[in-house]
């Protein structure tokens, strides 16, 4: 029903940028939040961004002043600016969409399928 597709991973050297996308489509009736967590291996997954439909932002102190995210209501897309990286920022970044169906009542959480982002050192 709702697809959530994830571009712009790579690999940097520290101190590089990358921005990160994400395109929702599908039966999508509306989308509250979006937002990014990220996934290094042996860690918990960790939210990194969010932003709510009228643009307001959190995120996590660790990347607070690095990292910017936004979104384009009439695309269905976020994305994630990424500056100043560090060997730290290093794991998989995974979009999500919390969003309400055209079909169904009720909000879901849909994700996408993650996108590798590796910084050297």
């Known amino acids: 029903q709702v697809q959530l597709v994830e571009s712009g991973g790579g690999l940097v050297q520290a101190g590089g940028s990358l921005r990160l996308s994400c395109a929702a489509s599908g039966s999508i009736f509306s989308i509250n939040a979006m937002g990014w967590y990220r996934q290094a291996p042996g860690k918990q997954r960790e939210l990194v961004a969010t932003?709510?439909?009228?643009?307001?932002?959190k995120y996590s102190d660790s990347v607070k002043g690095r990292f910017t995210i936004s979104r384009d209501n009439a695309k269905n897309t976020v994305s994630l600016q990424v500056d100043s990286l560090k060997p730290e920022d290093t794991a998989v970044y995974y979009c999500?969409?919390?969003?309400?169906?055209?079909?169904?009542?009720?909000?879901?959480?849909?994700w996408g399928q993650g996108t590798q982002v590796t910084v050297s050192s």
């Open positions: 999500y969409a919390n969003l309400r169906l055209l079909s169904s009542v009720g909000t879901y959480q849909y």
């Open positions: 932003i709510t439909s009228d643009g307001s932002t």
